[in-house]
């Protein structure tokens, strides 16, 4: 069963409704018990970094995210994924999870318009389980925003303006979209599905 972490600030629905669709067991909860019971856990997320950090610590829910994320598949979503790195210049220098290393900060090469917001080529950097059975995909962004990391925690990224960090993980257990796998046609559905048969 796959847990939805249902912290406040989630396109929560979305991601519940794709699941369903692909016949794959989900629940959304805040509960922390049914979080360490999931056998993987989704960190979707919309809106600004440093509220979402702020709901997710007065829940209780920052801390048991992080175990899990030792033990079992946990994959982040647009701003769920952005949540997992150190940190974020996002109005102001706030704190994340820690869970990858590298940080946060608004896109601002000239010319372009913000937020990105479109469907975009995935360009592969490294071999991800995630990418099982896909060849050229495009998928679906909607963000002012984007992550840098080091080249060995970047499994794709997309070309605006500059290189945009799509695919992220930590070699473990942890992985993260920048994009809306939920809403990314059959590339998001067939990643989902990879997500959900990671052991």
Request: charged share 20%; hydrophobic share 40%; glycine share 10%.
């Given at each position: 069963?796959?847990?939805?972490?249902?912290?406040?600030?989630?396109?929560?629905?979305?991601?519940?409704?794709?699941?369903?669709?692909?016949?794959?067991?989900?629940?959304?909860?805040s509960?922390?018990s049914?979080?360490e019971?999931?056998?993987?856990?989704?960190?979707?997320?919309v809106?600004?970094?440093?509220?979402?950090?702020?709901m997710?610590?007065k829940?209780?829910?920052?801390?048991?995210v992080k175990?899990?994320?030792?033990?079992?598949?946990?994959?982040?979503?647009?701003?769920g994924?952005?949540?997992?790195f150190?940190?974020s210049?996002?109005?102001?220098?706030?704190?994340?999870l820690?869970l990858?290393?590298?940080?946060?900060?608004?896109?601002?090469d000239?010319?372009?318009?913000?937020?990105h917001?479109?469907?975009?080529?995935?360009?592969?950097?490294?071999?991800?389980?995630?990418?099982?059975?896909?060849d050229?995909?495009?998928?679906?962004?909607?963000?002012?925003y984007?992550?840098?990391?080091?080249?060995?925690?970047?499994?794709?990224?997309?070309?605006?303006?500059?290189?945009?960090s799509?695919?992220?993980g930590?070699?473990?257990?942890?992985?993260?979209?920048?994009?809306?796998?939920?809403?990314?046609g059959?590339?998001?559905?067939?990643?989902?599905?990879?997500?959900?048969s990671l052991?």
């Amino acid at each position: 069963m796959i847990a939805i972490v249902d912290y406040g600030a989630g396109n929560i629905f979305s991601v519940k409704n794709a699941l369903d669709f692909l016949g794959i067991e989900s629940k959304l909860t805040s509960d922390i018990s049914e979080l360490e019971a999931a056998d993987r856990i989704i960190l979707p997320g919309v809106g600004a970094f440093p509220a979402a950090m702020e709901m997710l610590k007065k829940s209780g829910l920052a801390e048991t995210v992080k175990a899990q994320a030792k033990v079992k598949p946990l994959l982040g979503i647009c701003l769920g994924m952005q949540l997992l790195f150190d940190k974020s210049y996002e109005f102001e220098e706030c704190q994340g999870l820690g869970l990858i290393k590298g940080y946060v900060d608004r896109i601002t090469d000239p010319g372009l318009v913000i937020p990105h917001m479109g469907w975009n080529k995935l360009v592969y950097n490294h071999e991800s389980p995630l990418f099982k059975g896909l060849d050229e995909s495009y998928v679906y962004f909607v963000h002012s925003y984007k992550a840098f990391c080091e080249d060995e925690n970047l499994y794709a990224y997309c070309e605006y303006g500059s290189r945009v960090s799509a695919v992220v993980g930590d070699g473990k257990f942890v992985y993260g979209t920048q994009f809306h796998p939920e809403k990314s046609g059959e590339a998001g559905l067939a990643m989902l599905r990879n997500f959900a048969s990671l052991a």
